[in-house]
Structures are given as C-alpha cells and as structure tokens.
DNA sequence: TTTCGACTACCGGGAAACCGGTAGAGACCG
DNA sequence: CGGTCTCTACCGGTTTCCCGGTAGTCGAAA
C-alpha cells in the first residue's frame, strides 16, 4: 500500500512541480492537491489520507489553522509543514498544531523526501535550520510552549484578514460575528504583541507566516 | 541537441522540484541552477546555455536585473519569468528587459513547458492573466513601456515610513514636512499602485524590498 | 516660453482605526 | 465551587486614515 499524500500550496506550479518529485520515489502517491486549508479538510474529509504536505501562508485558511483543525478529526494524519521561513514562533505555533515535519523551501529537495519517510514511522523531522531554531527557543526559555504571546486561533484568523487589507466590518461578515467583537480581538492582538497600527500588524503577519506576502491585487489593473 | 535550461530561484525546494518536471519532457536538460542573478550571470558566462526560468524575487541581484546584464552579452539565451503575483510593473519591466515568455507561480505546471517549447521556437509566450494584464496596459496608454506605475523619490520613503507604521505626522516630523503633504504622497502612492488601505501599501512595500520583511519585532517578542 | 512633473501645503468630510470601559456565555481546571 | 480564559457584543471618545478638491514653487523639458 502506497503513502496517499496531499500536497497543499496556494501555488499550483509549485504543487505540480512538487507531484514531479514525489512521483519519482517508489511508495508515494499524490492523491490530491490544495490550494488552501480548506481544501485540506474538504479532501480529508472525502477521502483517506496518510499525509499532508503543508505550505503555512495560503489565502483563507492558513496552514496553521488547517492542521489544527485536520488533526482534529483525523489524528493519524501526518502533517509535514513547508514554508519559506524558519521563524521560531511560526515552527512552534505548528508543532503545537500537531505536526511532525517541518522544512522550508530553502532546503533541498531530498529534505522532503527524507522527511517524509521519518513521518511514515511516526517519527518527528526538523530540517536542520529549523531545529536550530527550535533549540534556541528551548535554551531562552526553558520551555517550548512558554514561549512568546501565544495567539488563540480566532485571533490569528483576524490578524490574516488585517493583513489582507479587510476592515473590522468586512472581516466580520466574513467570520460572521459583530464588526465590535473584531475590534476586541484586534485590540487584544495588538496588546500581546506591543504592536500599535495596521502596519505593524501586517509585517507582523508577514514574517509569521500568518498572511501570505500577496494574493488579491495581482491580475488587477492599477491605475 | 536537448534544450539547456538553467533554473534560477532561491528556494532551493523549488528549483528541485522543477528539475524532476522538466525531467519529464524529452529534449529537456536542466544544466544548472542558481540562487540568484549573479549566479547566472556566472554560469551562462562558463557554459552554453540556451534557456533560463527566471524568478524574480531573488535576494543579491533579482531577475529582472539579471534578465538585462544576461541579454547584454548573451543576447541568444531565451528567458522565462518565473514569478508568484502577476504585477504589471514586473512584468512590464520584465519584457522591456528582453524576456520572452512570463508565467506565475499560480499557474499550471503545463504552462511552463508550453513556455518552453514556444520561447525555443523563437516567439513569446505569456500565460493568460499576464497576457490580460498586458493588453490592459496597453488599452490604457497605448504604449507598453508608459505603464509602469514609477515611484518618485519622495514617494518611495514615504511608502517605506507608512509600511513601519508611522503616522503622516511622524513621517512628516521625519522627512521635515507638513503632514498634509506626507497625506499627498499617500494619496499618490495609493491611486498609482491601486492600493487602498495601510495593510496594502505594507505588503507592497514588502513585495518590493522597500521596506525589509523583517526589523526588530522577531526576536524579543514581547511579554 | 510654456508646459509638465514633483514637491509643497491647506480645506472639508466620512470612514475606520485606536483606546478605554463593561458584560454575558461557555469551557476548562484545581 | 470559584477562578481563568476565550469568544462574543456594545458603549463612548479621539485620532488617523482615506478621498475629493485647490494651489503655489521650482526645475526640467518641449
């Protein structure tokens, strides 16, 4: 029986490209592709799954909240997080989401690989970076989970939308709750962070991870 | 005689990836990769090559650069643009660059290889949004090359100043002019990029290297 | 010389952000 | 059970953003 695998990633080259290499290792199968959490959840919930290959910034749902919520449902998932960045609060915030893999896109190709076979035996796989990361945050602390603020999941889900240029209103039609009640979480959002304006929210979002650098204003027609 | 390609990206996982694509197409043989423009600069300078998948957005010298030095001494070399957004600057600035084919990460895996055989029969192949946004550009103005929404000086260091969260009162305190002038600019910059909102304008600035991903608020996270 | 772009500066108004408070429901824990 | 946390929601008020004008100066280009 061959390792069913989803591959998620708001860049359809990058998942093509990526089917490419996987198809090349005798074992694995891509059983389907996503191009946000959503879709994760939407194919797990349709058709058995061994493993998912997670980017964290994708439009809608973030990776982070996709594998909080796969996992869920469907603990025997293995979850392997693939992200450009090496941010410490980022790789903790998604071994805490569960997952049992983390690599960035500046390491190898073999790293995935590798990767993936350490999760199929149900083992943990940190790239070396990554681990580095992960070290230095246990010996500041002493503890990985004592870390810095820690945000809950509704409050990251508004800080995405901040970062994606949504007002109070807009993102409360979109989670469905008051304009008010995001205003309460922006506000705690900027008080555990010691941060003070959009700005900083958003290049706060972007070097977590949270929000991707861009997705809405591309094919566009400026002025 | 296969087609020498030269891949150009700096996520390594990528360029990896792309390699066990284009495996897939006879006629196809990837040469070499590169990290960033200099490195191909230096590797068309030490072998034939015939093609390169360019990114953009690479740290050193970015594609669009490395596009025109590259074209300079090598004026035979096909170039493909390899980018995640569809931006009409890029991709005007890339095609005045002398590129010949423009294709984003969101599209197909198949795009880039329909690319590929086009650009090496000798003509230009853009994929349909970028095509769209091309021939927006010239419905707009008529001439391609006018597009470009070209930031002034002025323009730039105020777009870095609102992306650090500061208020046109602080940025004109810094800069050592009136906060109305600085709301000017801001306008400017908002109807020029066809950006509407502080959290916009910092994901652009970002996107473009204006204002750095990151800058203080990684590692002493607060609390 | 006239025209144009860049930079400067102000007015006015509506929308949104920002900052403080209160408060109830539900969950979880010692 | 009491305490704590999260999420929900509203109140008021100030600041800033956002959008629309107008307009003067300066230097460069036509």
Redesign the interface.
């Known amino acids: 029986m061959s390792l069913r695998i989803v591959l998620a990633d708001?860049?359809?080259?990058?998942?093509?490209?990526?089917?490419?290499?996987l198809?090349?290792e005798p074992g694995f199968e891509v059983v389907a592709e996503a191009a946000s959490g959503d879709e994760v959840l939407a194919i797990a919930a349709a058709q058995p799954v061994d493993l998912v290959c997670m980017d964290i910034a994708m439009p809608g749902m973030n990776g982070i909240d996709a594998t909080r919520r796969l996992l869920a449902t469907h603990p025997h998932i293995g979850v392997i997080g693939?992200s450009?960045f090496a941010?410490?609060?980022f790789v903790i915030d998604l071994l805490e989401a569960g997952a049992r893999g983390y690599?960035?896109?500046?390491?190898?190709?073999?790293?995935?690989v590798r990767a993936i076979h350490t999760v199929r035996e149900g083992r943990t796989y940190l790239c070396p970076d990554v681990a580095a990361t992960v070290a230095s945050a246990l010996l500041d602390r002493g503890s990985l989970y004592a870390?810095?603020?820690r945000l809950t999941e509704r409050e990251r889900q508004v800080l995405q939308l901040?970062?994606?240029?949504l007002?109070s209103m807009q993102i409360g039609d979109r989670l469905h709750i008051a304009a008010s009640t995001v205003d309460v979480h922006r506000r705690n959002l900027m008080r555990?962070?010691?941060?003070?304006?959009?700005?900083?929210?958003?290049?706060?979002a972007?070097?977590q991870g949270i929000?991707p650098?861009?997705q809405g204003?591309?094919?566009?027609?400026?002025?």
Chains 1, 2 share one sequence.
Request: charged share 25%; proline share 3%; aromatic share 4%.
């Open positions: 708001d860049h359809q080259m990058f998942r093509h490209a990526l089917r490419a290499l198809a090349r693939l450009a941010d410490r609060q690599i960035t896109k500046a390491d190898a190709g073999d790293e995935l870390a810095a603020p901040i970062a994606e240029g007002t555990k962070l010691d941060l003070h304006n959009v700005a900083e929210l958003t290049r706060y972007i070097t929000s650098t861009r204003l591309d094919g566009g027609l400026p002025n």
